[in-house]
């Protein structure tokens, strides 16, 4: 079992900054992607942004430009730097990893989610 532990939400006003951080713990075979979803009050849970431990990186739409998703591969750690926030930014944050099993009998992806962590963008 991996543990993602999230950090770093908050109250912030529009246009300011927030970096949230990600670390994964536990029985960890080896972490591909790791990444960062939100979900918004009445809403379907969408990607923020996306990291592989190869540096490959995705962005939501709405999101680039202002968001930029960065790694710490050797302490199975992400990190979110969000600046020019915006009202619709608000949302429950989530963090998410997948780890990879290469077994003899064959590969296994494991899917983790942290337990969320609020970002609320208002003045």
């Known amino acids: 079992q991996v543990q993602l532990v999230e950090s770093g939400g908050g109250l912030v006003q529009p246009g300011g900054s927030l970096r949230l951080s990600c670390a994964a713990s536990g029985s960890i075979f080896s972490i591909n992607a790791m990444g960062w979803y939100r979900q918004a009050p009445g809403k379907e849970r969408e990607l923020v942004a996306s990291?592989?431990?190869?540096?490959?990186?995705n962005y939501g739409d709405s999101v680039k430009g202002r968001f930029t998703i960065s790694r710490d591969n050797a302490n199975n750690t992400v990190y979110l730097q969000m600046n020019s926030l915006k009202p619709e930014d608000t949302a429950v944050y989530y963090c998410?990893?997948?780890?990879?099993?290469?077994?003899?009998?064959?590969?296994?992806?494991?899917?983790?989610w942290g337990q969320g962590t609020q970002v609320t963008v208002s003045s």
């Open positions: 998410n990893a997948v780890d990879i099993a290469t077994m003899p009998e064959g590969i296994y992806e494991y899917e983790y």
């Open positions: 990291s592989t431990s190869g540096g490959s990186t």
